[in-house]
Every structure is written in C-alpha cells, then in structure tokens.
C-alpha cells in the first residue's frame, strides 16, 4: 500500500472508531478529530456508507445499525460492558474444575476469561484468542494452549488450516463461543469466512456448546453462518427483548438469562 492510502485507511479507522466511541457526530466534529478538511471527511464518509459501516444523516454520521464491519477490537471491547460482565459471571458458574475448556477471540469470551484470572480453578484452557490468552500469564492452577494459524489483526486471533486441524485432534469438555450476530432465522453468524469456519469446527469438538452473546447482537446479521442456535445453549442479558426469548423458546435453545444491576 502507499503512503496516500495508508493515510486513507487510518483517517477511516480513526473515523469508525470516534463514531463508534461517541455515536452520532457532526462532519465538523469529524474533521477536527482526525485533522482533515470538511470535503475530505465528506468523501471518507460516503467510502464508509457504501461499506455498509456507517449512516449519514444530516449534518452528520453514526455507526449503521446492525453493520457487520468490525471496528478495532480495543473499541469493541468497551460497548456493552456491563451485559458482557453479566454474562460472564453466570458462564464463570459453569465451569468444572479440571475440565478442558475451549474460549474463543470475542470480547463477552474475554470478560470470562478476566474472571478466571481474578478467580483461578484448575483449568485445561484452550483458545484461538490472544488477547484471551495473555489474561493468564502467570496464573496458577492453568493449563493454557493457544492455536497457531493465521493471525487475524481485527479480531486479535488465530484462524485458518493449522488452527483448524490442531482442533480436530482434541475434545473439548465446555465451549464459551462469542457471536457477531444472531439473526433473525435462529442462526449464529460471523463478519469473516475463516472465524466461521474455525467455530464450526469447535462446535463439533465439543460436548458442552455455549454462546455468549449481549442482547444487541439478536436480530441483527454478518454475511458467514456459523450454525443454528440451537446447536448450543445460550447466555445473554436481561435487556433481550420479550419476543426473542420467545423465539428462542421456539428454536429450541436452552437460555440463560443474566440479570442487569439496575434492572
């Protein structure tokens, strides 16, 4: 890439993840975050749009609803905060000491993963994750293994042919999987081919299946199916509306429902 792009790209991530951070904003605002001129900003966000990661309004722009481009992990990881500590803490009273347990790259997984730290049992962890991995450095009590593979920057996590294989020769007692979308005909999806592919693969190697997933992600859609609902149980947050509990219930899917503070 040349350097006139690579600027295009960073003014767009710096763009998505201000959006993202702080939802709708003013062009002007956007032009005096990223240090560019109000008709360079107009043309990024018309590239965004297109993309499908962002809705202009007047006089500005948000992050579109639903969008299925990933924005930095970092940023990611901040929304829905207190949903995904929920839901980690009833996963967390789950686990079985000594079992061999599968955690994967998604953010809800990683709020799991803090608590095993802050709580250590004895544990075979395994994970394509690396931030997920690096939370147990130094830890006791923990037996962790993370795939190799292709790095995958956006999700901070391995995937691809090696990953996949290395699976295929282990079983796993318990899987806490993240999803980036639960669509609206019962069925888990991702925004990439291989991480779909890769959670395929573990949901076949594995004897306890559950999907953690914060209630904004129902009804929403990303362009690769992972599997039906119901191939797992389900854990997400008080904030689920009535009429997907419902539809669970008709999928099929067993759901834990964690309880909000405040609710």
Known sequence: MNQAGGVKVDRLDAIRSHLYANGFSTIQALADTIGASLATVRRDLQILEQEGAIDRVHGGAR????????????????R?????????????DLLHPRAA??????TTVLQLAR???????????????????????NIPNLDVVLLGGQLRSENASLVG????????????????????????????YSVDSAEAS??????ARSANRFVLADSSKFGTM??????????????????????????????????????????
């Open 63 to 78: 992050i579109a609803d639903g969008s299925s481009v990933e924005v930095a992990f970092q940023e990611r990881e901040k």
């Open 80 to 92: 829905h905060l207190s949903a995904k500590r929920a839901i980690a803490t009833a996963a967390y």
């Open 101 to 106: 347990i599968f955690l994967d790259a998604g």
């Open 115 to 137: 608590l095993i730290r802050i709580n250590p049992i004895p544990l075979r962890i395994f994970t394509n994750g690396l931030t997920v991995a690096q939370e147990f450095l």
């Open 161 to 188: 042919p090696q990953a996949e294989a290395m699976i295929e020769t282990i079983w796993f007692d318990q899987l806490f999987l993240g999803a980036s979308a639960i669509s609206p005909d019962g069925a888990i």
């Open 198 to 203: 890769l959670n395929r693969r573990m949901l």
């Open 222 to 263: 990303a362009t690769y199916k992972v599997a039906p609902l119901n191939t797992a149980k389900v854990i997400t947050d008080s904030a689920l509306p009535r009429h997907w509990r419902e539809e669970l219930a008709s999928f099929g899917v067993e759901a834990t429902i964690a309880e909000l503070r405040g609710k």
